[in-house]
């Protein structure tokens, strides 16, 4: 009996290598060979084959439906409709902060604090409405004069004791007869806003039954890695995901995203056996290419069995958990035959599919299984548009009109868009110049900043699990350090020259995006040689601010990450350090692995790393200092890289230390990364309106250096 386990075990680690008949094929000679031939029958196989615990899931109609109890009976729970408006995909995942339940405002409200015709103890009716606002901000034109711009946009406007007094967001001026009394803070401070009962509130059997499916897998892992044991976030996160149907799991990097993503299928689908930890239904996950060989590592860590790597799609017919990189995916989704062919889909840096023409994202979309997972720590990349194509997924996706809960069907991005983000009206240098000529119409542009944020938290509430790092116990804090330098002599005469040259590409068209990238370079190695004008040397006072913070933290014996964009500028750096080791996009995969392992073992103190290539599936929680060279505008590499250290695990405050070139490119960029961070903090973390306005505004307010205008760059002037 042993030596059939033996043969099993194997064939249960190499299955992956082997097709699905040649599997079958293999046990079933076993079984003939001992009955047939040695007349020896193996009576305890059946304990080898697998166990099927039925799936968790909650039906489209309403309610959670597990197929077991304790005593492994069939049962039912019904979901009480908190509202007699709502239906089970509008009930929060997870228990709302009271400014993110506006939006589920009605009924009757209580007065906790006198305010204009209302008195503390009076319950008054309460509604909100969807209405149209305008606001203004300043921005600079191309000769740097200031130019008030109209911003129009929906607001929801709460409307208490009928429609006498209103109360909205302090920044816009609603279209209504009646002036607003107060904002969000204003109503937040003096009623009291009702509890929005989560799922898990409404089912709290199903939520304890979900809860000790995690601890059973729990143990099972434990059984293999020595200590294991989930976070309490974790364990209450994945019990929630057992509840719906679609989630969006949107733990900040370093929580632990990547065990969440690989333990979802299981506790979804169910596993074969407990000494077998494989879904009993095909499941897929798809991540970036690069991080395939991780994600097999992990799994053969915590599930003792690796992962199917899915080549083609037309080969899916074992159950078990599937892994491919989005590439892989977009490449060979032609062989795609049936797009419900997996039971559950879990997609890692589910921003991917954001764009709504990449192949990328029109092959992941294609896909259409019974569960859906989205995990990224950056939901919102750029604009909360981002959010749009993950919602519509994870909702249910392809349908013509939007399903209960999430209204919008495929075709409505630009209507979401429009309802969630502030229009700026002739926000162009054209516009503004028909408008001094006396041609003027109304040309309204989406902004970075959001809009009618109730009614936006009210619609990702039943799909977003929302985890920050300050949330969670015993986490070390992150500083942020911004350092400011001047330009060198040399340095300021080349970026002036390479803003005033023309920039076109073989078509003659204006390459604007080739000048922004030179000027960004420019700001941090101007001496590199595929500027048209470059310095002759590489000294500035930006590098040698970066070499004196480099060496004042090795002298101390701590190690130090040094984060840089371009190629130029990292070989700058090595040149001038003794014993640092380059890391990036011109290393292979495997190169980068065996480094990174090596750095994190301590085997070297300085390593110098590029955005891109190191913004993902590594973990340095052993370091506490990050430098940053230049700014990234996409928000999510700016923030993933400098979490490479600052880690659930680490013991340390780490320091960011980031090098700003006065008097460039980085400014502005600098100035759009708190514009997109603070509107991704309204739309995801639900903070507090009046603070994150004020970011907005200022942002929108500052006065752009002309050197700095990005008008001016995209003029060519």
């Known amino acids: 009996m042993n030596t059939v386990q033996a043969i099993l075990r194997l064939r249960q680690v190499c299955r992956h290598h082997v097709s699905a008949s040649t599997q079958s094929q293999a046990l079933n000679a076993i079984l003939f060979f001992y009955k047939h031939v040695l007349n020896r029958p193996i009576q305890e196989v059946a304990a080898l084959r697998a166990k099927r615990p039925g799936p968790l899931k909650l039906p489209a109609g309403g309610g959670c439906k597990f197929p077991f109890d304790e005593k492994g009976r069939g049962m039912k729970l019904r979901a009480k409709t908190p509202m007699t408006t709502q239906c089970s995909k509008t009930i929060p995942l997870?228990?709302?902060?009271?400014?993110?339940?506006?939006?589920?405002?009605?009924?009757?409200?209580?007065?906790?604090?006198?305010?204009?015709?209302?008195?503390?103890?009076?319950?008054?009716?309460?509604?909100?409405?969807?209405?149209?606002?305008?606001?203004?901000?300043?921005?600079?034109?191309?000769?740097?004069?200031?130019?008030?711009?109209?911003?129009?946009?929906?607001?929801?406007?709460?409307?208490?004791?009928?429609?006498?007094?209103?109360?909205?967001?302090?920044?816009?001026?609603?279209?209504?007869?009646?002036?607003?009394?107060?904002?969000?803070?204003?109503?937040?401070?003096?009623?009291?806003?009702?509890?929005?009962?989560?799922?898990?509130?409404?089912?709290?059997?199903?939520?304890?039954?979900?809860?000790?499916?995690?601890?059973?897998?729990?143990?099972?892992?434990?059984?293999?890695?020595?200590?294991?044991?989930?976070?309490?976030?974790?364990?209450?996160?994945?019990?929630?995901?057992?509840?719906?149907?679609?989630?969006?799991?949107?733990?900040?990097?370093?929580?632990?995203?990547?065990?969440?993503?690989?333990?979802?299928?299981?506790?979804?689908?169910?596993?074969?056996?407990?000494?077998?930890?494989?879904?009993?239904?095909?499941?897929?996950?798809?991540?970036?290419?690069?991080?395939?060989?991780?994600?097999?590592?992990?799994?053969?860590?915590?599930?003792?069995?690796?992962?199917?790597?899915?080549?083609?799609?037309?080969?899916?017919?074992?159950?078990?958990?599937?892994?491919?990189?989005?590439?892989?995916?977009?490449?060979?989704?032609?062989?795609?035959?049936?797009?419900?062919?997996?039971?559950?889909?879990?997609?890692?840096?589910?921003?991917?599919?954001?764009?709504?023409?990449?192949?990328?994202?029109?092959?992941?979309?294609?896909?259409?299984?019974?569960?859906?997972?989205?995990?990224?720590a950056t939901p919102i990349k750029n604009r909360v548009v981002d959010l749009f194509w993950l919602l519509w997924w994870v909702a249910g996706g392809h349908a013509r009109s939007g399903a209960a809960g999430f209204p919008y069907g495929a075709n409505g991005e630009r209507s979401f868009q429009t309802s969630y983000t502030t229009q700026a009206i002739n926000r162009t240098l054209a516009s503004q110049a028909a408008k001094r000529t006396g041609y003027y119409r109304d040309y309204p542009r989406p902004t970075a900043q959001v809009c009618n944020l109730p009614r936006l938290w009210r619609l990702a509430a039943p799909y977003l699990l929302r985890r920050r790092k300050d949330e969670i116990a015993g986490i070390v804090p992150k500083h942020d350090h911004r350092i400011l330098v001047p330009m060198g002599n040399e340095q300021g005469l080349v970026y002036g020259e390479l803003l005033r040259r023309q920039w076109t590409d073989c078509n003659g068209q204006p390459a604007t995006f080739a000048k922004l990238q030179a000027l960004r370079l420019a700001a941090v190695a101007p001496h590199a040689k595929t500027l048209p004008v470059r310095a002759s040397t590489p000294q500035t006072p930006k590098l040698a601010g970066i070499l004196d913070m480099v060496r004042q933290v090795i002298t101390a014996g701590d190690p130090i990450v040094v984060f840089s964009a371009f190629h130029a500028a990292t070989d700058m750096i090595a040149a001038e350090l003794n014993g640092a080791r380059v890391l990036d996009g011109r290393n292979t995969p495997k190169d980068r692995a065996r480094v990174a392992a090596e750095f994190a073992a301590g085997k070297f103190q300085i390593l110098l790393a590029g955005d891109n290539s190191m913004g993902l599936g590594f973990n340095f929680d052993h370091c506490s200092n990050v430098v940053r060279t230049s700014p990234e505008w996409p928000l999510d590499i700016s923030e993933q890289p400098p979490d490479r250290c600052h880690r659930l695990t680490s013991k340390r405050d780490v320091h960011v230390y980031s090098f700003i070139c006065e008097g460039t490119i980085e400014a502005a960029v600098e100035r759009l990364l708190k514009e997109k961070r603070a509107s991704a903090a309204l739309a995801l973390d639900g903070e507090f309106v009046a603070e994150a306005h004020q970011l907005l505004e200022l942002a929108a307010k500052e006065a752009i250096p002309r050197a700095v205008t990005l008008r001016e760059i995209i003029r060519g002037t």
């Not at 003096?190 to 059997?205: C, K, R, S, T």
């Not at 995203?257 to 494989?278: H, T």
Request: proline share 7%.
């Open 94 to 376: 997870a228990p709302l902060l009271p400014i993110q339940r506006i939006g589920y405002l009605s009924g009757h409200i209580v007065c906790t604090k006198d305010i204009g015709p209302f008195l503390a103890g009076g319950l008054y009716p309460v509604q909100t409405l969807v209405w149209p606002a305008h606001s203004s901000a300043n921005w600079a034109d191309a000769l740097g004069r200031s130019v008030k711009l109209s911003m129009r946009s929906l607001e929801t406007i709460v409307f208490v004791g009928g429609v006498k007094c209103a109360f909205a967001p302090a920044h816009v001026r609603p279209n209504i007869s009646k002036p607003a009394i107060g904002d969000y803070a204003t109503l937040l401070e003096h009623f009291d806003i009702p509890e929005v009962p989560d799922l898990g509130a409404l089912n709290p059997q199903a939520m304890r039954l979900a809860g000790e499916r995690v601890r059973q897998l729990e143990r099972l892992i434990a059984g293999r890695v020595a200590g294991f044991s989930y976070f309490p976030h974790q364990s209450e996160d994945l019990a929630r995901t057992m509840l719906t149907n679609g989630v969006i799991l949107a733990w900040m990097t370093g929580l632990g995203k990547a065990l969440g993503l690989l333990s979802w299928p299981l506790l979804k689908l169910g596993w074969m056996a407990d000494d077998f930890l494989y879904p009993n239904e095909p499941a897929l996950i798809l991540c970036p290419d690069e991080l395939v060989e991780q994600l097999e590592a992990e799994a053969m860590r915590f599930f003792g069995v690796a992962p199917y790597i899915c080549t083609r799609f037309d080969e899916v017919t074992e159950p078990g958990l599937y892994l491919a990189g989005y590439h892989r995916l977009a490449r060979k989704i032609d062989t795609l035959r049936n797009p419900a062919v997996f039971a559950a889909v879990a997609m890692d840096e589910g921003t991917k599919i954001k764009s709504a023409d990449s192949q990328i994202g029109r092959a992941a979309r294609t896909l259409a299984p019974r569960f859906r997972l989205v995990a990224s």
